[in-house]
């Protein structure tokens, strides 16, 4: 079976320009997850969606920061505009409502 | 509110020896699971073992099991016959059932060395 999705692996981008990160799932996972993780913070989370809806998104840095989940099986991850101070390695995971969380493999932002 | 521990921050030993990784959690749940993940330098996040608090019987997978003690809020993770490839940070972490978020520890840098 196919694990949780993410594109791009790895993103460079200068400041000020947009960044989209994109996940998939694992199949019939109905709860959805970003995380960032640094150095300095560790790994935070950032949303929670259930059933394609955002339950809970205080971890969202600011509004800079956006989220959705169009379907079961597709959310991305919006930054507008990115700053350098959003580096981050950025994983999606999912699980079956507040089971075992599965990450993916994340995706490395450098914002220049 | 929950914490999560892991008092060592670093630790290495040879390719084949047994290691064993502490965490220490506090809580007033007494429904939850506990999880043991690693991260190796892909940065991956790898779940590796599994345990649900009202189960006496402590979980193993493979090479991997664990000391679940829950009166005294410990869950140690036992890796025997190391390899290379268990390399990695690894991270122990806390959930509350019928809840989502995830309570980590500081992780433990495991080194295995040839």
């Known amino acids: 079976d196919a694990g949780v999705i993410q594109s791009p692996r790895h993103e460079v981008t200068e400041m000020g320009q947009e960044v989209t990160l994109r996940c998939k799932p694992i199949s019939g996972h109905n709860s959805l997850f970003w995380y960032r993780q640094t150095m300095m913070r560790g790994l935070e989370l950032l949303i929670y969606?259930?059933?394609?809806?955002?339950?809970?998104d205080s971890g969202m840095p600011e509004d800079r920061f956006s989220a959705k989940m169009p379907n079961a099986s597709f959310s991305t991850l919006k930054i507008q505009p990115s700053e350098p101070r959003d580096s981050a390695v950025y994983f999606c995971?999912?699980?079956?409502?507040?089971?075992?969380?599965?990450f993916g493999p994340g995706t490395r932002l450098t914002v220049l | 509110a929950q914490t999560v521990t892991q008092s060592q921050p670093e630790m290495s030993v040879q390719e084949a020896e047994t290691v064993t990784l502490s965490c220490t959690y506090d809580t007033s749940e007494n429904n939850y699971y506990l999880f043991w993940y690693k991260q190796p330098p892909s940065r991956q996040m790898i779940l590796v073992i599994r345990q649900e608090a009202y189960k006496q019987q402590n979980a193993t997978e493979n090479r991997f099991s664990v000391n679940f003690q829950k009166a005294a809020k410990s869950f140690s993770l036992k890796i025997s016959d190391s390899q290379l490839g268990d390399t990695a940070m690894y991270f122990c972490a806390f959930m509350r059932r019928s809840n989502y978020q995830l309570i980590w520890g500081a992780g433990t840098k495991l080194i295995i060395k040839p």
């Open positions: 969606f259930n059933n394609n809806v955002p339950i809970d």
């Open positions: 995971a999912s699980s079956f409502n507040t089971d075992t969380q599965y």
